[in-house]
């Protein structure tokens, strides 16, 4: 039952990003089964899941070609390595279609199991890189407050989540921050346009800072997402692009949640406007039914790597695993069969804009953005004025309460609910999920005028 399930998971089981003692007192949702896009709990409640899992289920719940692929591969052989010169054939199949799908400075991969790893991976390759050319000191990697890439050590620091910095002592060494490019909090009343170079100006003044010849790169998130799906406006990674030129240092675009689809291209970097040299990726590439990331290398890097560099002192047990390269070969191929790229380009992501668009008229919506199948509304306290509530109401949380208790997962950061559903959504799921949402909002402003 439901409460044999709580007790023995509130006994054993720590969960990430989770409050022990509360998980304890008020118990899990236990989630028992999925199709398509909703979940059934273990009380047989159906949920909308408007964010894919944690934003990776792109394919949708239960699609059969992931499921045999998976099979197969685990009869025919459920583990070898990578390291010392073997492969599997679902890694070797998966690295060319990668290099197909991905944008043309991209021939290489490496592998590993998450979008954390894949992260550490970047400051190891990254340093790597500079060594090999002789300027080892380059060792300082920017990164942006509020980004998120990752729980790792290297990939806490790189991020700018102030919660993770302040536990377990981050961030490491020579990772540093810029501020990100949040109109409503750093650009209030400014035009898009110049607020999106004002906010790439942060990065060349960090650089100047800390001293060019010590940058080794910049990563972003192309739309930040566990930020709070921050768009930036359309000046700012071109901006961001020129700087990066300009100085010569690497940047590196965190695909983790933007890619395979997510923004309308296959990558968010195409959507944005940049040329990244590399790229780090997870969750979609199988589309969270097995476990899988890795790092993209471009020309730049690969070159020297490759030609200059010798053995690269670094790896994981599960680079490459093939059941995961097997499962990612049959959602990628499924992905293009569906045209799922095309259709949240042209169909439902101009349609979700559209229906978001529709809730500036509610009376908590300050602010709505999205962009392809990803979206954030912003509650806000006095939208006249564009005043934000005072942070103890928790006025995401009670929203997102609402949206729980109506069967609809979102999720609140901050007072940003946002939104990001399987990329196999239909026009009339999204006005389902519409529906749903304006319920929740409604019960939340009864809430806060009561
Ligand atoms: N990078 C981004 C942009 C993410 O959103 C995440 C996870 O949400 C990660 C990295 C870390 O990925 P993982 O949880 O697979 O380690």
Aim: contains cysteine; hydrophobic residues 40%; glycine residues 12%.
């Amino acid at each position: 039952t439901t409460k044999d399930w709580q007790a023995a998971d509130s006994a054993h089981f720590l969960h990430p990003f989770t409050d022990f003692a509360s998980l304890a007192k008020k118990g899990s949702r236990i989630i028992t089964k999925a199709e398509g896009i909703y979940l059934w709990d273990s009380e047989g409640h159906k949920i909308l899941d408007a964010m894919s899992g944690l934003w990776c289920v792109n394919v949708g719940y239960g699609q059969q070609s992931l499921i045999d692929a998976a099979t197969r591969q685990m009869k025919e052989l459920p583990f070898y390595n990578a390291f010392f010169q073997t492969a599997t054939p679902p890694a070797i199949e998966l690295a060319e279609l990668l290099a197909e799908v991905t944008p043309p400075q991209f021939k290489h991969v490496f592998y590993s199991s998450s979008g954390s790893e894949s992260n550490d991976t970047i400051v190891r390759m990254v340093r790597r890189y500079w060594d090999v050319l002789g300027q080892p000191e380059r060792q300082v990697i920017i990164g942006r407050h509020n980004g998120y890439h990752g729980s790792t050590m290297a990939g806490a620091s790189l991020g700018g989540m102030s919660g993770m910095h302040a536990q377990g002592g981050l961030p490491i060494p020579n990772i540093v921050h810029i501020q990100q490019p949040y109109a409503f909090e750093h650009g209030k009343g400014m035009d898009p346009d110049a607020f999106g170079k004002l906010a790439a100006s942060w990065l060349e003044e960090k650089i100047l800072a800390v001293g060019p010849e010590k940058v080794a790169a910049f990563i972003g998130e192309p739309v930040q997402g566990a930020g709070g799906v921050i768009v930036p406006p359309k000046s700012y990674w071109p901006e961001i692009q020129r700087i990066c030129d300009k100085y010569g240092i690497l940047l590196v675009s965190d695909e983790v949640i933007c890619g395979f689809g997510r923004t309308g291209n296959w990558f968010g970097c195409e959507t944005m406007g940049s040329k990244p040299d590399l790229m780090t990726f997870a969750k979609g590439v199988t589309s969270g039914y097995v476990p899988l990331g890795g790092v993209m290398v471009g020309e730049r890097v690969a070159k020297v790597l490759i030609e200059q560099g010798g053995e690269f002192n670094h790896g994981y047990t599960y680079s490459g695993h093939p059941v995961a390269c097997a499962v990612a070969v049959a959602n990628i191929k499924l992905i293009q069969q569906l045209k799922l790229v095309e259709h949240v380009r042209e169909d439902v992501g101009p349609y979700l804009a559209e229906q978001f668009a529709g809730l500036r008229d509610h009376p908590l919506v300050g602010s709505v953005d999205t962009c392809g199948l990803m979206g954030a509304i912003l509650l806000v306290k006095d939208k006249a004025k564009g005043l934000p509530f005072p942070g103890d109401l928790e006025v995401g949380m009670v929203c997102r309460g609402h949206c729980f208790g109506n069967g609809l997962i979102m999720r609140a950061v901050g007072d940003r609910m946002i939104i990001a559903p399987p990329l196999v959504m239909t026009r009339s799921q999204i006005d389902e999920m519409m529906a749903l949402i304006r319920q929740a909002l409604d019960l939340t402003l009864a809430d806060v005028t009561s």
